[in-house]
């Protein structure tokens, strides 16, 4: 008797009310930089996907990031792992590499192979793969990170979107893509006439050839499908969360997934698929907005940061000058060890007055020793949450409230450990999720283990998460 049969007797006998509602179709959709008051703000005006989550589904009304930094790689990381970056090791959508001296991009390897090997745990994809190996398994973005994080080790397919090729593409960690994949096109929108909108509209071209090519929900094992849409992150970033163009995004993705949800009733059979959304982070006020004059938002720019940071530290350590700081991708911020240790200075008394140099630049609220625990206060432990040693800073710092550090002529920005970053949305909606509202606390690291338990899987949590029992029926 296989593993997989074995698995389907245990949840028979352990969960009988489940064993009848393992849908034939999991479809994980996750809206990068979506906010959880945009559900509130326009589901007035949802006709599509939107409206059947927002009405027939779990809502969980408090979900939040549960560490620091908001951010896209992480946040998929999150999703799909289950667990803390503490745990999957993906503390940024970059950190700095100590023994090569270069920056790490978060799914880029050796010879900038891009795939899933910086992860440092399994997927909920991985784990359905052991379980059922027949089990499809698809993951598509616009973004290769958001890909390859959800689509884990084992993907029969991972697919993003290359500018300079001007198609999808897959690397030669995963199968090999079927050719008709080069020919996705779109007719009305170009890459460079509305970037957030091309992103979308064309995944969503993708996502139909793919449930039109593959036998996804065409029996009963279970299959998996991932996407992750990238518009409403560009539009944040250009726009801000209260812009004209943020609203016209939310109501795209509203629209595409009322169509893709129709596809899926052709291929699956009305009842048997099962629909999962979340958000990796959300996003700041634009400084000079309504809401960005409320929270007294503004933005330094990243040479100015970086110029007052250098200052202070030669201001405090003269025999070592800035060269003793070899990075900072925000929160985390590096120093040569080699450097402080030439200069006769003792690392850990280096460490102690440095925190008290860098929290008197401008735009910053604190700095913590994660390792040491210090300062303890009510956002230490998300910093803690997020950092691995090896990966994460000697130092991480917190921004005030409504300071964007930026490296472009974005509007606005996310990464921080404030609701407006870190409130995002969850609603689980199928054959075996009831329909209301939940005020439960809830974190996107429940996703997997929700998921898991609906999927008839097993899986062990992570740290933090959980399976969100109260929405299953």
């Known amino acids: 008797m ?34 959880a008051d945009y559900l509130t703000r326009f589901s007035g005006e949802f006709t599509g996907g939107l409206k059947k989550l927002w009405d ?13 930094p908001s951010e896209t790689a992480p946040g998929h990381a999150a999703i799909s792992t289950g667990r803390l970056p503490s745990e999957n090791g993906i503390v940024g959508n970059r950190w700095w590499g100590r023994e090569t001296g270069k920056s790490v991009n ?16 399994e997927t909920l994809t991985d784990v359905l793969k052991k379980e059922s190996p027949q089990s499809l398994i698809l993951s598509l973005s616009y973004k290769d990170r958001t890909a390859v994080l959800l689509g884990g080790g084992k993907p029969d397919l991972a697919l993003w979107f290359d500018d300079k090729k001007n198609h999808f593409v897959s690397s030669h960690f995963y199968p090999a893509v079927p050719a008709w994949v080069e020919k996705v096109k779109i007719n009305d929108e170009s890459p460079t006439k509305n970037p957030a909108i091309f992103a979308d509209k064309i995944l969503e071209t ?17 299959d ?54 979340a958000s990796d982070h959300g996003v700041a006020p634009v400084p000079g907005s309504k809401s960005g004059r409320k929270i007294r938002a503004r ?4 040479p100015l940061f970086q110029k007052n940071l250098k200052k202070a530290l030669s201001d405090a350590f003269p025999a070592v000058g800035p060269a003793v700081l070899s990075a900072f991708y925000a929160p985390n911020i590096y120093f040569d060890r080699r450097v402080v ?57 917190r921004l005030q409230k409504g300071v964007l550090v930026k490296t472009n002529t974005s509007k606005s920005s996310h990464g921080s450990p ?17 329909t209301g509202r939940f005020s439960e606390p809830a974190k996107i690291i429940d996703v997997a283990p929700t998921a898991a338990r609906i999927m008839g899987i097993e899986w062990s949590p992570g740290l933090e998460s959980r399976a969100l029992q109260e929405a299953i029926k």
């Open 224 to 277: 998996f499908v991932a996407v992750s849409f990238s518009g409403t992150d560009f539009a944040g970033h250009a726009f801000g969360p209260d812009s004209p163009e943020m609203k016209t995004q939310i109501r795209l993705i509203d629209r595409i997934l009322g169509r893709i949800f129709l596809q899926l009733e052709k291929n699956a059979g009305v009842g048997n698929f099962s629909v999962i959304l």
């Open 299 to 302: 933005s330094i720019p990243w």
């Open 56 to 68: 027939e589904g779990a809502v969980f009304e408090n979900t939040r990031v549960p560490y620091v």
């Open 206 to 222: 993708l996502l139909f050839k793919i449930l039109q090519n593959f036998p996804v929900g065409k029996d009963d094992i279970p």
């Open 106 to 121: 978060a799914v880029r390897g050796k010879g900038g192979l891009i795939g899933p090997g910086n992860l440092l745990c």
């Open 341 to 397: 240790s030439q200069s006769g200075l003792n690392w850990e008394e280096f460490l102690e007055k440095t925190r008290a140099v860098i929290k008197k630049c401008d735009g910053v609220a604190d700095v913590y020793d994660p390792k040491k625990g210090e300062p303890k206060d009510e956002y230490l432990p998300l910093f803690q949450a997020g950092y691995k040693d090896g990966r994460s800073g000697d130092l991480m710092v």
């Open 2 to 35: 296989n593993r997989r049969v074995l698995t389907f007797l245990f949840f028979l006998l352990v969960f009988p009310l489940l064993a009848f509602a393992v849908p034939k179709v999991t479809l994980l959709v996750v809206v990068d930089q979506m906010r």
């Open 418 to 434: 404030y609701d407006y970053d870190r409130h995002v949305p969850l609603i689980f909606w199928g054959p075996g999720f009831k």
